[in-house]
């Protein structure tokens, strides 16, 4: 008789995931959230999506990527222009094909997908750093240090938080597929010993691709929401290095290679960019630095790891944060 | 023809400062196997270093390297027994050093921001514009300088790491750490220092780009990379694979003037950054060990 696996995800955890995403998609409406409130709760979700799919590379396959916003940046750029047309495609179908095309643009770092640990993550700051010289060059394309405008009524930007939403929903329910699943263990494998996961029969090459153009479509998709949300995009800070900083920034202060920790660390990213770039602009690179420096140095897991203590502490049982930490 | 001299003049002396950089980024990789993302924030510290003590002091940016170089060196020393020391071992060169590192960066980036605004500067003195009369063209005497300190700098580097008794421990420690414990070589202490003469080498091509470039808190991103392509490309603790890497590098970013547009020319080390990790990660003349 050959074992069964243990269920993918259990019942009460999807009865309290589909609670979350239902009060969440009433939320605006059950409290006449304010515009500021209501736009701010939108990009956190962009945030979330993205830190998210940036956590399949980073978290489970434990590639870090510094150059994240390229894919961003295409996917934003693309979706624009599809928006832009003389005939528009509609939103949704073009943020997809940015996605999609992000994807793809994410398969070109095919090469680099053998390289491990440091040589990877310097790799893709010279790719990332790359597309952005050369996709600001492209104005044709992205209309250069100027930029371009997106068509977009109010209408439609209030409505993305639900898209936003939908995605996060997407996102979380595939996050917890990919960790619980066959492919899951796999990862975990290549991210103990490549070598030996090789030995034992796991494709490293074809999964690294895999994860990373998924990623890929996750942030370019999140790059063309954004595009909507600003209606105004510029090559210089959709490929920017401080955005790829930023998927990485999140992750790391969530918890990397955790679900709930890329989206507390998303939350929490927001909230303290918005409140420091509104009192304390000059201050906000150093403080990101010095958060990074204190969670490495204390606490590697970030926020999660916090939290797993004090459950722990307060008697929840080992239990508990065993079954957090695998999460 | 003239055209041609030019660049490879321009290309050969860039080619000293780019060698510069990486020196200090190749030692602390090869000995601690960490890479040093703060390399990038040191040079721009150096750079600042040089400025405030030209600006202040009335210092000459070329008299002013000992005294940046005695900073930057404590600043590597306090970084690692502060810091890079209570890294996981073994994980060292993952994840979490690079992240450490990444915060240092960061942070040195905010408080270059705070004490001396995001302007751009330059150490300009008397003998800034004056040029010399080189094969038919002219070489700024700045440049020269440069060219003539980064030819100095390896020699003493070479000679302090094969005859001295500190560059034999830090070799050393480079090959078996756990061995060196045995014959009584205090790793610790050896790591230290090693991370001081690295960041007091970045902090050295710090000044030095200062006599030549404008910088700002954001100078140095740009310059770990073309160290980082150097040092892969040149090997591990080859100074001469580490001198004809630079050459390449700048050969390449000098020329490629011909053939790209003048806004593109800054993605060519990039470029060249994610071919030479792809096809020879083991440099141009393999793998070494240090020394």
């Not at chain 2, 980036?109 to 300009?124: C, E, K, M, S, V």
């Not at chain 2, 009584?184 to 030095?208: C, E, H």
């Amino acid at each position: 008789m050959t074992p069964r696996p243990p269920r993918l995800v259990g019942p009460r955890a999807v009865v309290a995931f589909a609670v979350a995403i239902g009060a969440l998609a009433l939320l605006p409406v059950a409290l006449e959230l304010s515009p500021y409130t209501h736009n701010l709760v939108t990009l956190t979700f962009l945030m979330v999506s993205g830190a998210l799919a940036w956590n399949w590379m980073g978290g489970y396959v434990g590639q870090v990527s510094f150059g994240h916003a390229a894919m961003f940046g295409v996917g934003g750029f693309v979706a624009a222009r599809l928006m832009m047309l003389e005939s528009p495609v509609p939103a949704p179908l073009a943020w997809l094909v940015g996605g999609l095309a992000a994807g793809v643009f994410a398969l070109g770092a095919h090469p680099t997908l053998r390289l491990r640990g440091p040589y990877f993550s310097i790799a893709t700051i010279g790719l990332g750093e790359a597309s952005r010289l050369v996709f600001t060059y492209w104005e044709g394309f992205t209309g250069g240090s100027s930029g371009v405008s997106l068509p977009i009524d109010a209408d439609t930007k209030f409505r993305l938080y639900w898209w936003g939403l939908a995605l996060v929903a997407l996102v979380v329910a595939a996050s917890f597929v990919i960790r619980r699943s066959t492919l899951g263990l796999q990862l975990l494998a290549i991210k103990s010993d490549v070598d030996a996961a090789g030995d034992v029969g796991v494709n490293a090459t074809l999964y690294q691709d895999l994860i990373f153009a998924l990623s890929g479509v996750v942030v370019g998709i999140t790059g063309g929401l954004y595009a909507s949300y600003f209606s105004f995009i510029e090559p210089n800070d959709m490929f920017g290095f401080d955005r790829s900083i930023a998927f990485v920034l999140m992750a790391v202060i969530g918890g990397v290679g955790t679900i709930f920790g890329p989206i507390l660390g998303a939350i929490v990213f927001v909230l303290l960019r918005q409140f420091l770039l509104a009192s304390y602009p000059q201050l906000y690179l150093g403080l990101y630095g010095l958060l990074l420096i204190l969670i490495i140095l204390f606490e590697p897991l970030g926020l999660s790891g916090l939290a797993f203590r004090i459950l722990r502490r307060f008697g929840r049982g080992r239990k508990a944060a065993a079954k957090a930490a695998i999460a | 023809m003239a055209r041609f001299v030019d660049l490879t003049v321009s290309a050969v002396l860039l080619a000293g400062l780019y060698a510069t950089m990486a020196y200090g980024l190749g030692l602390i990789y090869g000995v601690l196997r960490v890479v040093n993302l703060a390399h990038g924030g040191i040079i721009m510290a150096g750079a600042y270093l040089g400025w405030t003590l030209h600006e202040r002091a009335g210092l000459d940016p070329y008299l002013s390297i000992p005294l940046v170089v005695a900073v930057t060196f404590m600043t590597g020393v306090v970084m690692y027994r502060l810091l890079v020391r209570h890294l996981p071992r073994g994980a060292a060169g993952g994840p979490a050093s690079l992240l450490l590192l990444f915060g240092v960066w960061l942070v040195l980036r905010n408080a270059a921001y705070l004490l001396f605004t995001g302007n751009d500067q330059t150490i300009r003195t008397e003998y800034s514009t004056r040029a010399l009369p080189l094969f038919g063209s002219y070489v700024s005497v700045n440049r020269l300088a440069v060219l003539g300190i980064a030819v100095v700098t390896p020699v003493l580097l070479q000679y302090l790491l094969k005859r001295t008794y500190l560059g034999r421990a830090i070799r050393a420690v480079a090959q078996n750490a756990d061995s060196c414990t045995l014959v009584g070589i205090d790793v610790g202490r050896i790591y230290t220092i090693t991370f001081g003469i690295g960041s007091a080498l970045a902090g050295l091509a710090g000044v030095l780009s200062a006599t030549i470039f404008s910088f700002n808190p954001a100078f140095g991103s740009g310059e770990l990379l073309k160290s980082f392509v150097v040092v892969v490309l040149g090997g591990l603790g080859s100074v001469l694979g580490t001198g004809v890497a630079a050459l390449i590098l700048a050969v390449a970013e000098v020329f490629a003037i011909l053939v790209l547009p003048s806004y593109l020319t800054a993605a060519v080390g990039f470029v060249m950054l994610v071919l030479v990790l792809v096809f020879r990660p083991g440099g141009l003349f393999g793998q070494r060990v240090l020394g």
